[in-house]
Every structure is written in structure tokens, then in C-alpha cells.
């Protein structure tokens, strides 16, 4: 009889609990997904910054090809 008490206390601690981890799980989830979201944003920032080098490079060199042309 003593475990089946125990039991049924853990039962009705769990399913009063549920609702809060359910919660719980959710906000966790919308928080990762707003870390990927940002660190994905920056990466994309930095590709766009490397992009913008490597044209600026090209122009730079187009431009000395010109220059040295009689």
C-alpha cells in the first residue's frame, strides 16, 4: 500500500506539473531559435563584409590594368 501512495503522489505532482513543462520546454525552444536567428544574421553579415572586400579587389585591380595601359 505504502508504494501504491507514493505512486499515485508522483502521478498527481506530475500532471499538475505538465502544463509548466510543456512551458518551459516551449520558451527554451523559442530562445534557441532566437540564438540561431541572430547567430545566423551576423554570419550573414560577415559574408556580405568578405564579399564587399573581394569586389572592392577586383575593381581595384580592373582599375591598375587600366592605369598601366598606354
Same mark, same amino acid.
Not at 20 to 40: D, E, G, M, S, V
Given at each position: 500500500?505504502?508504494?501504491?501512495? +507514493?505512486?499515485? =503522489?508522483?502521478?498527481?505532482? &506530475?500532471?499538475?506539473?505538465?502544463? &509548466? +513543462?510543456?512551458? !518551459? +520546454? #516551449? #520558451?527554451?525552444? =523559442?530562445?534557441? =531559435?532566437?540564438?540561431?536567428?541572430?547567430?545566423?544574421?551576423?554570419? $550573414?553579415?560577415?559574408?556580405?563584409? !568578405? #564579399?564587399?572586400?573581394?569586389?572592392?579587389? =577586383?575593381? &581595384?585591380?580592373?582599375?591598375?590594368? $587600366?592605369?598601366?595601359?598606354?
Amino acid at each position: 500500500m505504502g508504494s501504491g501512495g +507514493l505512486g499515485s =503522489i508522483i502521478t498527481v505532482v &506530475f500532471t499538475n506539473l505538465k502544463p &509548466f +513543462l510543456i512551458l !518551459a +520546454l #516551449l #520558451l527554451l525552444t =523559442i530562445r534557441q =531559435i532566437l540564438k540561431n536567428r541572430k547567430k545566423r544574421k551576423e554570419q $550573414e553579415e560577415d559574408n556580405d563584409d !568578405a #564579399l564587399l572586400e573581394e569586389y572592392q579587389d =577586383i575593381v &581595384f585591380e580592373e582599375d591598375n590594368k $587600366e592605369d598601366d595601359k598606354p
